[in-house]
């Protein structure tokens, strides 16, 4: 966003957020997320494809303190309700695409994130079933919002499972400095 603030970071359809748009756009989803009670260490969700939401996600999620956990579009309600539950979502973002695996999953939990609705407008099918739009929601947020990066380096960035083919998904942290060596 510094470099090269009005060059094209996403394109999604008819959709083009330029590096500028998409760091206001995440900087504002951190904001939000704070707003609505996220706190360093809790688990924000993502069921999407690969969207400017997605996308923005990585970096609005670790911009609120919060850890990012994406879930394989692939997987059936039942493992998606166990990683939610093991890696303990408190929100869970999802494209109306995904909207009834995500009714079944969430039906299976004792504890239910709050659900927010990505509603691409490329994607196919669906209903939007959770308490307001990805849109909405960033809308609250606070486009001044002054983000801190970790404290320590070694605080959980991402948090990421397996597919599960010899039981239960298995949750892998990943940190912040991971992320930094790896980019």
Same mark, same amino acid.
């Given at each position: ?27 504002k ?8 009670? !996220?706190?360093?260490? %809790?688990?924000? $969700?993502?069921? /999407?494809?690969?969207?400017? +939401?997605?996308?923005?996600?990585? @970096? ?29 979502a ?23 994130p709050?659900? !927010?609705?990505?509603? %691409?407008?490329? $994607?196919?099918? /669906?209903?939007?079933?959770? +308490?307001?739009?990805?849109?909405? @929601?960033?809308?609250?947020?606070d ?41």
């Amino acid at each position: 966003a510094m470099v090269y603030p009005d060059r094209p970071s996403v394109i999604h359809g008819d959709r083009v957020y330029t590096w500028k748009e998409t760091y206001e756009r995440s900087v504002k989803l951190a904001s939000a997320l704070n707003k609505a009670g !996220i706190k360093k260490g %809790d688990t924000i $969700a993502f069921m /999407g494809n690969n969207t400017p +939401e997605t996308y923005e996600a990585h @970096f609005g999620v670790p911009m609120s303190g919060a850890v990012l956990n994406t879930l394989n579009i692939r997987l059936d309600a039942e493992a998606l309700a166990f990683i939610l539950q093991h890696g303990e979502a408190k929100m869970l973002f999802t494209d109306r695409e995904f909207s009834d695996i995500i009714k079944s999953a969430v039906a299976r939990l004792e504890r239910k994130p709050i659900v !927010i609705d990505i509603d %691409d407008p490329l $994607a196919v099918g /669906g209903d939007l079933i959770g +308490e307001e739009t990805y849109e909405d @929601f960033i809308a609250k947020g606070d486009a001044d919002y002054q983000w801190q990066g970790p404290t320590d380096e070694w605080d959980a960035i991402s948090l990421n499972y397996t597919s599960g083919t010899t039981g239960n998904p298995k949750g892998v942290v990943y940190h912040h400095r991971g992320a930094y060596l790896n980019a």
